[in-house]
Each structure stands twice: as C-alpha cells, then as structure tokens.
C-alpha cells in the first residue's frame, strides 16, 4: 500500500530532505516548500519507505501536485 504526499498551495520547492528508500515516521520532515518568501516544511503523514520524490530543488508546484509517495 502507499501514500501519496500531494501540494497544499502553489510554492517552490526549496529542499529535499528525504531520499528515495528511506524510512520515515509520521511528522517526519520530507521537504520544504518556499511561498511568499516563508519556508514551509512538508511532513511525512504516515510512517513507512519514501518510494518516491516527484520534486527537485527549484520546481514550482501547484495544489494538488504529487511531491512524494510513501510506501506504507
């Protein structure tokens, strides 16, 4: 099973702290959006295995763009 970390608002990626086939707890920071000059951590919402990043330092996103998926 997974979970699929998606955008909140429209940002810019500033940072990927997570890396694909690493395990993480739920709170656990997987990367930091920039918007409106304001970093915004984005949290891991279920434990489990980052099985992918969709998202590189610099990209610009969108609600509802997929950042990560999580294999739970």
Known sequence: ???????????????????????????ETLLILESMKMEIPVLAEVAGTVAEIAVVPGDVIREGDVLAIIAT
């Open 1 to 27: 099973m997974s979970h699929t970390v998606r955008a909140e608002m429209v940002a810019s990626v500033h940072s990927v702290i997570t890396g694909v086939g690493q395990e993480v707890a739920v709170g």
